[in-house]
């Protein structure tokens, strides 16, 4: 009879269960579409993490559902850290904070998360279109189009052209950052930089060869060294140590307050 029961525990426990689900969300996303509308602090239980641990989600910007990652708004806390710190997470996420885990090539959602196409393709997307990719060291993400149909599918277009609306007679800057739209004629650019994508992620104990977490006072995604440095050190607005976002703002002026947060599509 025990073991009946404990079998019967099992199966129902090992099964893709649906207990409770709206209150044990694998992210912000799930959460919202469950119901919660508003800005604060829940608890998320990603793929593989039955504990799950507290974020803070974005309910409101842009559709809402955005589990927001990193936080930086006062300079109350320290974010010249080791990579162990940055690894199981620091902060208060009712203040200024980043998410454990994050520094890591996370599983968290991994088909809702593709490296690219060919791996969207993998996950059993077969439809030509717009698709958001995750490269690795790229936490954001962005847009690109996908043809899934061509010579065995999973195909990353970084250049479409075919009715002459887009100009392509551009700068070096443009064509780094990328430009036209992915539903039309486009160039292939990232706002994150080409720079950081599929770099380690790199702390003052754990710097690399070009020592880029100590020249710049942060920790990030770096590559001799950096265009952005958003875990930089807050109001320091000597060439590349402060929030660096180089495209917007340039080296010397380090951001008031910045927010990194994920979406699953």
């Known amino acids: 009879m025990k073991k009946l029961l404990v079998e019967d525990y099992r199966e129902k426990t090992c099964k893709n269960s649906t207990w409770a689900h709206s209150d044990r969300p694998i992210d912000c996303k799930d959460?919202?579409?469950?119901?919660?509308?508003?800005?604060?602090?829940?608890?998320?239980?990603?793929?593989?993490?039955?504990?799950?641990?507290?974020?803070?989600?974005?309910?409101?910007?842009?559709?809402?559902?955005?589990?927001?990652?990193?936080?930086?708004?006062?300079?109350?806390?320290?974010?010249?850290?080791?990579?162990?710190?940055?690894?199981?997470?620091?902060?208060?996420?009712?203040?200024?904070?980043?998410?454990?885990?994050?520094?890591?090539?996370?599983?968290?959602?991994?088909?809702?998360?593709?490296?690219?196409?060919?791996?969207?393709?993998?996950?059993?997307?077969?439809?030509?279109?717009?698709?958001?990719?995750?490269?690795?060291?790229?936490?954001?993400g962005y847009k690109v189009y996908c043809d899934m149909t061509t010579d065995g599918g999973g195909w990353t277009v970084i250049q479409k052209r075919f009715d002459g609306s887009v100009n392509f007679y551009r700068t070096w800057k443009e064509y780094r950052n990328g430009f036209g739209n992915v539903t039309g004629e486009y160039w292939l650019g990232d706002s994150f930089g080409k720079t950081h994508i599929g770099q380690e992620f790199k702390t003052k104990d754990k710097p690399?060869?070009?020592?880029?977490?100590?020249?710049?006072?942060?920790?990030?995604?770096?590559?001799?060294?950096h265009y952005s440095n958003l875990n930089g050190k807050y109001g320091d607005n000597t060439y590349g140590k402060g929030l660096i976002w180089y495209t917007w703002r340039g080296y010397y002026e380090s951001l008031k307050r910045t927010e990194m947060k994920i979406r699953r599509e």
């Not at 989600?57 to 990652?69: E, K, P, R, S």
């Not at 200024?96 to 520094?103: H, I, M, Q, S």
């Not at 690399?208 to 060294?225: L, Q, R, S, V």
């Open 31 to 140: 959460a919202y579409d469950n119901g919660k509308r508003s800005n604060g602090v829940y608890r998320i239980y990603p793929k593989a993490n039955i504990h799950g641990y507290k974020v803070y989600c974005d309910m409101t910007t842009d559709g809402g559902g955005w589990t927001v990652i990193q936080k930086r708004f006062d300079g109350s806390i320290n974010f010249y850290r080791t990579w162990k710190e940055y690894r199981n997470g620091f902060g208060n996420v009712t203040g200024e904070y980043w998410l454990e885990e994050t520094c890591k090539n996370s599983n968290w959602f991994h088909s809702d998360r593709p490296i690219d196409c060919k791996d969207a393709y993998d996950n059993g997307k077969r439809s030509n279109g717009v698709y958001r990719i995750y490269p690795k060291g790229n936490i954001h």
């Open 208 to 225: 690399g060869k070009d020592k880029c977490p100590i020249k710049y006072t942060g920790a990030w995604w770096y590559k001799a060294c």
